[in-house]
């Protein structure tokens, strides 16, 4: 596995400018794919709300842009709320569904 992002990849945190390409990319994913169990896409605000909910616990969420323009994120949060899970976490991934198979995923894990 290649530990540097594909050419013109750039991985960093995500910011608050950021929230309307990551709530376009989970729309996609709720209504096409198999990777949420969600009926309708959050908006914005929804996806902002849990954006800083997972910062303020002090774990990642990160995009990977390519030319300014946001192609994927990932996230950890908390698997379970039960104390024996206590250090256990899951991470969450979405890419642009037009961007898929180009290294984007590999580069933000």
């Known amino acids: ?9 750039d991985v960093r945190a995500s910011g ?6 990551i709530q376009a990319i989970y729309a996609k994913n ?19 709300r849990r954006r ?5 616990l002090g774990l990642p969420w990160l995009v990977a842009e390519r030319n300014g323009r946001v192609l994927g994120y990932c996230y950890a949060h908390p698997y379970h709320t039960r104390s024996a899970y206590r ?7 979405y890419i ?14």
Do not use: C, K, N, Y
Not at 1 to 9: L, Q, T, V, Y
Not at 16 to 21: I, S, T
Not at 52 to 56: C, E, G, L, R, T
């Open 30 to 48: 709720v209504l096409t794919g198999l990777g949420s169990f969600e009926e309708a896409p959050p908006d914005t605000a929804e996806m902002a």
């Open 16 to 21: 608050p400018g950021d929230l309307a390409a």
């Open 96 to 109: 642009d569904p037009e961007a898929r198979r180009g290294g984007i995923g590999r580069a933000l894990l």
């Open 1 to 9: 596995m290649s530990e540097h992002p594909p050419d013109g990849i």
């Open 52 to 56: 800083a909910a997972v910062i303020d």
């Open 87 to 93: 250090f256990t976490l899951e991470d969450a991934i």
